[in-house]
């Protein structure tokens, strides 16, 4: 069994809209759609309530896909933040503040999160799991899964659309998820 965390891809960017209500930009369904080859057939799949997961899960199965409302995004409220970057990086670097007033602390993220992502493997143990949802909150799960430090660089180059594949422990021999 391997996890799948696909961001989603790229959104209709609309400032003074708040980021959870973006839809998916139909120029970009062609990278979404070159994903599919790089996902297991055969997956359960789920998303993040936001319409750009929604949209890009829909564009990537034929499927069934559950909608688990914990896998939102961290929650950054509709105030626009010129230096989004430096404002994420805070978020990772004081998990327990919030990085931007009207900000949800990092750490409330990871816990939703990684809360969901583990009863979501546990009840589907056994099977490939694909979750599409949002490169902020995948960072701080896949780092939570696996033990290991939450990767920004990663984070920042993350396209959109992009997977983290998080493999399960007895594929490393450890305790922990092992991601690539």
């Given amino acids: 069994m391997t996890l799948h965390l696909v961001r989603h891809g790229r959104p209709l960017v609309e400032p003074g809209t708040p980021a959870a209500a973006w839809e998916l930009d139909p120029a970009g369904f062609d990278q979404v759609w070159a994903l599919r080859d790089r996902l297991p057939a055969g997956a359960v799949w789920c998303s993040s309530p936001e319409p ?3 949209q890009t899960a829909q564009l990537l199965t034929d499927g069934e896909v559950g909608v688990v409302e914990a ?5 950054r409220g509709s105030a626009w933040v010129e230096d989004f970057d430096g404002a994420v ?5 004081e998990p327990d503040a919030a990085a931007v007033p009207g900000w949800e602390p990092l750490a409330a993220c990871r816990e939703r999160v990684v809360g969901a992502v583990r009863a979501l493997l546990a009840e589907h143990a056994g099977h490939d799991l694909v979750l599409v949802g949002h490169g902020t909150a ?3 799960a896949a780092a939570a899964l696996t033990g290991d430090p939450p990767d920004l660089d990663r984070w920042s180059r993350l396209a959109m659309p992009d997977v983290i594949v998080v493999e399960p422990p007895s594929d490393r021999g450890g305790n922990a998820y092992d991601h690539r």
């Fill in 52 to 54: 750009k997961a929604q």
């Fill in 71 to 75: 896998l939102r995004e961290h929650e």
């Fill in 89 to 93: 990086r805070r978020a990772f670097a």
């Fill in 138 to 140: 995948w960072t701080a």
